[in-house]
């Protein structure tokens, strides 16, 4: 697709890095699968990861995890 933000380049499939913080707790996700534009770099996460990722850092946080660095497992 046409990237959004530069209006220039075309994204290509890569991955991603998330950060996620709540209430004092930082959840960093690794290796999240993404589009990303090859002139801006700017990355488009699908949304089955983004909602699997989402799911998984509730859990984390109801377990009260403070920080937590981990990489993307799909489901």
Known sequence: MKCPICRV???KPGTATLTLERNGSTIVVKGVPAQVCGNC???YIDEKAAAQVLESAEKDLRAGVKV????????
């Open 68 to 75: 937590e660095v981990r990489d993307y497992v799909a489901a």
């Open 9 to 11: 380049g075309q994204t």
């Open 41 to 43: 770099a700017e990355e």
